[in-house]
């Protein structure tokens, strides 16, 4: 394994933040933590990172204790984001790359292709100060993996971002992938976990509830969720017989069923009372097997962002 955490365990007074947790990173692999905001992520990374030590447990990487050395072989992306808002584009990458004993020469020709990725080519020459948020967000992880690091660590790396750069980064999370980095990212928004991870580890209240690959994870709960499309008012599906519980979006529901429950008798009670666009028999997501497994009440998972999580 290329990452492995064994019974590592943080305590801040009386709260325990990160508690017992083993999990081993595949190389090459993405990996996704996962969990709501305060569940324990960003400890847990702040711990990998050597930014933080654990009370116990021992966090290593190709077989050795993560120690300083470690911090040059990683791009990392901290949940916190910060540039030296005075430098240009340009000299702030080449300032970081040189930070991580990136050659120059490499730096300066790896620059150009790197921001036109990232949209951010026509600024390459304007200062960090007069970018958006999210544009600032994008040169970041720009300067977190053009040194070509050996692992790349991103702590909530989608927060903040529009569904467009979203679905930017993620292309070139797959593009850095396949050429062989491993990738480990933190993130409560499961649907992304969903889309880009090999393997994920759940995390609720500082433990971890779940383990594996994402095959590995849902044949666990088996294709007991169906999904429905409508137009109307679908409060009363709730309360079908062999419904056992169900979970609201904006224009569908997902539904977990009783395992003896038939699909078709709740398609045809849906029908009657409502305009269906969509039904679908359907493995649970991963929104769905955190919630049900972790217990954790929906809108924690769609907490606003701010301050500071553990």
Request: aromatic share 6%; net charge negative; proline share 4%.
């Amino acid at each position: 394994m290329h990452l492995k955490l064994e019974k590592v365990r943080k305590q801040y007074g009386d709260k325990v933040a990160v508690d017992d947790l083993s999990l081993d990173v595949p190389k090459g692999s993405i990996y996704g933590i996962i969990g709501p905001n305060g569940a324990g992520k960003t400890t847990s990374i702040r711990m990998i990172m050597n930014i933080i030590a654990p009370d116990s447990g021992t966090i290593q990487f190709e077989g050795r204790k993560v120690d300083g050395s470690f911090r040059d072989r990683v791009g990392y992306l901290p949940e916190e984001r910060g540039l030296y808002k005075k430098m240009t584009l340009k000299e702030v990458i080449t300032y970081l790359a040189d930070l991580k004993g990136y050659p120059s020469k490499k730096t300066a020709k790896a620059i150009g292709p790197w921001l036109e990725k990232m949209n951010l080519a026509e600024y390459t020459d304007q200062k960090v100060e007069e970018l958006s948020k999210g544009m600032a967000q994008k040169l970041q992880f720009v300067t977190t993996v053009l040194h070509e690091p050996d692992i790349i660590i991103l702590d909530e790396i989608f927060s903040g971002l529009d569904p467009i750069n979203i679905e930017l980064i993620k292309n070139v999370l797959l593009d850095l992938k396949r050429e062989g980095r491993t990738i480990l990212f933190s993130t409560h928004v499961m649907e992304q976990a969903e889309k880009l991870c090999d393997h994920v580890c759940m995390i609720s209240r500082g433990q971890k509830v779940l383990d594996g690959t994402i095959g590995d994870v849902k044949a666990q709960f088996g294709r007991n969720a169906v999904q429905i499309g409508f137009e109307g008012d679908g409060k009363f599906i709730r309360d079908l017989p062999g419904v056992r519980e169900m979970t609201e979006f904006n224009n569908y529901v997902e539904i977990h069923l009783e395992a003896n429950a038939k699909p078709h008798e709740i398609l045809k009670a849906a029908v009657d009372k409502l305009t269906v666009s969509r039904f679908e028999v359907m493995e649970p997501s991963l929104y769905d097997i955190f919630i049900d497994t972790a217990k954790v009440d929906p809108a924690e998972l769609h907490a606003e962002e701010g301050g500071s999580h553990v």
